[in-house]
């Protein structure tokens, strides 16, 4: 009787000794990865704060000087914030929903029982790969004014599109498209796969269009994986910087109409050399896009049906 006492007892020690084990050696597995993290994100973002709070000397070789929270205000009500801010915002409308809306169009294209559809799906996907210099510089030889696709269909704007203080920005952000277009196309597939076919086969057997099938059916059944494109939509636009670094530059005519906050940022930090104002900036950054994504979260995923 004793001896099965004992042994009743000893059941949930060895499995609480057998869980802090696992768990030893889930985190022994993770540190590695922790360091690169801590190294190369925790403490550069941590140190961005300490940044903010010191102002760059207007010469060379003087020490920087403290002055508090004056500076974040002073940058955030610059007018070089504001303008950069709103153009950020621009861009931001340009991509997401032209990029969610193609994205879906091709993956129910791609759903369809057709000879060779699988072909057609790597080439829609095929743009997640391709890396953004190799992008930039094929979109930047078709924009090119002289032997460009534009001067070759008879257009030959002046000054060039990427050049131009009005176009350069729309551009720019028909590259970005471009390149999101194969995330959202593989999200959308997946999607697409996943939902119930009995559902689909109801809706058909009961006499729905195709519109409205695909409309009171498939997109509600469809919600979580739009929003979760939503979200991955937002944090690439406002990610977005090689593209803009490559076809515009910081010495083009039209650099201020495509200043976007992350590439303000880069400027302020290599070409103006000050440090603290591109802390500012960057936290500003982190911090929109935190709010932007806890609003998703909180607000737009109320209106996702996660059927089973």
């Given at each position: 009787?004793?001896?099965?006492?004992?042994?009743?007892?000893?059941?949930?020690?060895?499995?609480?000794?057998?869980?802090?084990?696992?768990?030893?050696?889930?985190?022994?597995?993770?540190?590695?990865?922790?360091?690169?993290f801590g190294v190369f994100v925790f403490y550069p973002f941590a140190r961005n704060f300490k940044l903010a709070l010191y102002q760059t000397p207007p010469y060379p070789?003087?020490?920087?000087?403290?002055?508090?929270?004056?500076?974040?205000?002073?940058?955030?009500?610059?007018?070089?914030?504001?303008?950069?801010?709103?153009?950020?915002?621009?861009?931001?409308?340009?991509?997401?929903?032209?990029?969610?809306?193609?994205?879906?169009?091709?993956?129910?294209?791609?759903?369809?029982?057709?000879?060779?559809?699988?072909?057609?799906?790597?080439?829609?996907?095929?743009?997640?790969?391709?890396?953004?210099?190799?992008?930039?510089?094929?979109?930047?030889?078709?924009?090119?004014?002289?032997?460009?696709?534009?001067?070759?269909?008879?257009?030959?704007?002046?000054?060039?599109?990427?050049?131009?203080?009005?176009?350069?920005?729309?551009?720019?952000?028909?590259?970005?498209?471009?390149?999101?277009?194969?995330?959202?196309f593989i999200i959308m597939s997946a999607g697409l796969q996943a939902l119930p076919e009995d559902v689909l086969e109801a809706a058909k057997v009961d006499g729905a269009?195709?519109?409205?099938?695909?409309?009171?059916?498939?997109?509600?059944?469809?919600?979580?994986?739009?929003?979760?494109?939503?979200?991955?939509?937002?944090?690439?636009?406002?990610?977005?910087?090689?593209?803009?670094?490559?076809?515009?530059?910081?010495?083009?005519?039209?650099?201020?109409?495509?200043?976007?906050?992350?590439?303000?940022?880069?400027?302020?930090?290599?070409?103006?050399?000050?440090?603290?104002?591109?802390?500012?900036?960057?936290?500003?950054?982190?911090?929109?896009?935190?709010?932007?994504?806890?609003?998703?979260?909180?607000?737009?995923?109320?209106?996702?049906?996660?059927?089973?």
């Amino acid at each position: 009787m004793i001896r099965g006492v004992e042994l009743a007892e000893a059941g949930p020690v060895r499995r609480r000794a057998r869980r802090v084990r696992e768990a030893g050696l889930g985190y022994l597995l993770l540190l590695p990865a922790l360091c690169v993290f801590g190294v190369f994100v925790f403490y550069p973002f941590a140190r961005n704060f300490k940044l903010a709070l010191y102002q760059t000397p207007p010469y060379p070789n003087l020490p920087s000087t403290y002055v508090g929270l004056h500076q974040v205000g002073q940058v955030l009500s610059s007018s070089n914030f504001l303008e950069s801010l709103v153009t950020t915002v621009l861009f931001v409308v340009f991509i997401v929903p032209a990029g969610l809306l193609i994205g879906l169009f091709l993956a129910v294209v791609a759903q369809r029982q057709l000879r060779g559809i699988a072909a057609y799906r790597v080439i829609f996907s095929s743009t997640v790969v391709t890396s953004v210099a190799v992008s930039a510089l094929v979109f930047y030889s078709l924009m090119n004014p002289v032997v460009g696709l534009l001067p070759w269909l008879g257009i030959s704007p002046h000054p060039s599109v990427l050049e131009n203080t009005t176009w350069a920005l729309p551009a720019v952000a028909v590259m970005a498209v471009w390149q999101f277009i194969g995330m959202s196309f593989i999200i959308m597939s997946a999607g697409l796969q996943a939902l119930p076919e009995d559902v689909l086969e109801a809706a058909k057997v009961d006499g729905a269009s195709t519109w409205t099938s695909f409309w009171r059916v498939t997109v509600p059944l469809l919600s979580p994986t739009l929003f979760f494109a939503l979200v991955v939509a937002m944090i690439y636009a406002f990610q977005t910087f090689g593209q803009i670094d490559i076809l515009i530059g910081y010495q083009n005519a039209a650099y201020e109409h495509v200043n976007v906050l992350i590439y303000n940022i880069y400027t302020t930090l290599v070409y103006e050399e000050n440090p603290g104002r591109a802390a500012v900036m960057s936290i500003a950054l982190f911090a929109i896009t935190l709010v932007l994504t806890v609003l998703q979260l909180r607000i737009l995923e109320r209106r996702v049906h996660y059927g089973r």
